[in-house]
């Protein structure tokens, strides 16, 4: 009913910059927050940064001050910018979307299949 896609990925150096986009696409009515999570090899996976509807941002710890979350109503996409970027970023990066579709009265969670983020020191 909804796909997701991440895209922007890659290798970076510490202290190097990407952007992130994951654009959702569909039978969608309407999209609420829309998050990024991120998961290292081994570990699970974590909240990274959550945007709503109306724009409020949220941030992990971890990368605040660091990545930047913008979305684009219109296209039903999600930026994340991530600049001074450290090893410990390094991770598989998927993007969660909630939201309605034509059909059902009840939000729904999507996520994507995740886009590779290796930085290295």
């Known amino acids: 009913q909804v796909d997701v896609v991440e895209s922007g990925g890659g290798l970076v150096q510490a202290g190097g910059s990407l952007r992130l986009s994951c654009a959702a696409s569909?039978?969608?009515?309407?999209?609420?927050?829309m998050d990024w999570y991120r998961q290292a090899p081994g570990a699970q996976r974590d909240f990274v940064a959550r945007?709503?509807?109306?724009?409020?941002?949220d941030y992990a710890e971890s990368v605040k001050g660091r990545f930047t979350i913008t979305r684009d109503n219109a296209k039903n996409t999600v930026y994340l910018q991530m600049n001074s970027l450290k090893p410990e970023d390094t991770g598989v990066y998927y993007c969660h979307v909630q939201g309605k579709v034509y059909g059902s009265p009840y939000n729904g969670h999507y996520w994507g299949q995740g886009t590779q983020v290796t930085v290295s020191s």
């Open positions: 945007i709503t509807d109306g724009g409020r941002a």
């Open positions: 569909g039978s969608i009515v309407s999209l609420n927050s």
